[in-house]
Every structure is written in C-alpha cells, then in structure tokens.
C-alpha cells in the first residue's frame, strides 16, 4: 500500500499535539543544510511499554525561521515550547527584528533550566549567519553541531547522522538522511514509530509536514 501524507502547513499556531501519555521517547533529529535546516521526528508516543498514539507532533515552530522539539512528556514540553515562542514574540515585538538563533538558544536553555520536569530539545533555524542546529538539555547545556539526534532512537539514528550528514547538503538529501535515522531508530527501538513530522526551515520560514511513513522521505 502507498503511504499517505497527512498534512502540510505553513503556520506559526501548530502546537505539539498530546493525543496520549505523557512519557513519549522515540527518536527527534536535526541537520543543518546549505538550505536551512531540517528537524524530523517520529510521531509515536508511548506511555511506559504501551502504545498511545502514532500521530503525536513533536515538533513546533517558535520564531519566523526557526523550531524545535522534544521526545520527552509532551505535556511538559508543549508548555515549554509556548513559553519560548512568546519570548521570541515578544523580543520581535519591542525591538521590531526577530532573535538571531544564538540569542534564540540562549533564552531557551535559560528557561529550560529552571523548567525542572522538562526534558532535552532540539532547536533548528536560520538567521542572518546561516543555518543552525541546537540540543539544548535540562541542566541549561546547549551544544550547536550539524547534525544532532535525541530520543530513546538517539544512538541508532547518531550512527547514520555521522555516516551521511554535512552541512553542505541540500534540503532534499537532508530529508533522505533523516529517513534513513529514523527508519533505523524504528527497526531497532520499540519506542520509535514508523509515522514522521518534518519541518524544513528556510529564510524564507517554516513549512511542517506529517506522514504515514518514514519511507516517503526516502
């Protein structure tokens, strides 16, 4: 059977979904691009050993051109993520420009910090200096790199993020990269669905999408 594409969307109001448990894992991973940057998820989410949902959003926009995402209690992150967006809204709003994406990161890993049930995200974007890619963990840490991956899939997917990711690739091999992780997280770790959320950001802004399958990024 083809796998069907759910949804696509060009809005800032897409929240994380909760339609389940609270404790998610799975695998998230982030590449930056000579385009932007892609951040891909699977959207299973699971509740101790037991499936609750396959169409769980992980990922959420939280600046003009820039997102980020959890696997991690997606109730807990959700609230988060809202918090970080109405700060970048509200920095756009008294100095009429938008966050560059350190200042971004920075201001989410202070919040993070102090966000004691939160767990660690992964935080994507563009700004004038190009293309970046953020983890930002619970103690504040923030770490830039090309490629990132988080999640109970993390180690798998790190393995294929290393073999295939430079930030010299273009948007579309970006997504082949990020399928292979994640169609390796799903082989090997329960936790890890076969369902995916990308968002490709650009300087021209966030554009989300939502499949059936992990094989149409491929």
């Given at each position: 059977?083809?796998?069907?594409?759910?949804?696509?969307?060009?809005?800032?109001?897409?929240?994380?979904?909760?339609?389940?448990?609270?404790?998610?894992?799975?695998?998230?991973?982030?590449?930056?691009?000579?385009?932007?940057?892609?951040?891909?998820?699977?959207?299973?989410?699971?509740?101790?050993?037991?499936?609750?949902?396959?169409?769980?959003?992980?990922?959420?926009?939280?600046?003009?051109?820039?997102?980020?995402?959890?696997?991690?209690?997606?109730?807990?992150?959700?609230?988060?993520?809202?918090?970080?967006?109405?700060?970048?809204?509200?920095?756009?709003?008294?100095r009429g420009e938008p966050m560059t994406l350190p200042e971004?990161?920075?201001?989410?890993?202070?919040?993070?910090?102090?966000?004691?049930?939160?767990?660690?995200?992964?935080?994507?974007?563009?700004?004038?200096?190009?293309?970046?890619?953020?983890?930002?963990?619970?103690?504040?840490?923030?770490?830039?790199?090309?490629?990132?991956a988080i999640g109970s899939g993390r180690e798998i997917a790190?393995?294929?993020?290393?073999?295939?990711?430079?930030?010299?690739?273009?948007?579309?091999?970006?997504?082949?990269?990020?399928?292979?992780?994640?169609?390796?997280?799903?082989?090997?770790?329960?936790?890890?669905?076969?369902?995916?959320?990308?968002?490709?950001?650009?300087?021209?802004?966030?554009?989300?999408?939502?499949?059936?399958?992990?094989?149409?990024?491929?």
């Open positions: 059977m083809t796998a069907r594409r759910l949804r696509t969307s060009r809005s800032r109001d897409g929240d994380l979904l909760t339609d389940g448990g609270s404790e998610v894992t799975g695998t998230l991973v982030g590449l930056a691009t000579r385009d932007g940057v892609l951040l891909a998820a699977d959207t299973r989410t699971s509740q101790d050993t037991v499936v609750r949902s396959e169409r769980v959003r992980k990922l959420a926009q939280v600046h003009p051109t820039a997102a980020m995402g959890s696997t991690d209690h997606l109730g807990t992150a959700q609230s988060f993520v809202r918090t970080v967006r109405l700060e970048a809204d509200r920095y756009e709003a008294e971004l990161s920075a201001v989410a890993a202070e919040k993070l910090r102090s966000a004691s049930e939160a767990g660690t995200f992964v935080l994507g974007g563009v700004d004038d200096d190009g293309s970046h890619v953020f983890c930002l963990r619970p103690d504040g840490g923030v770490l830039e790199d090309e490629a990132v790190t393995g294929v993020l290393e073999a295939g990711a430079t930030d010299s690739l273009t948007m579309a091999e970006a997504r082949r990269v990020a399928g292979r992780a994640l169609a390796s997280g799903a082989e090997r770790d329960t936790l890890t669905g076969i369902g995916v959320c990308v968002a490709e950001i650009t300087a021209a802004g966030v554009e989300t999408g939502d499949y059936e399958s992990v094989d149409e990024l491929l």
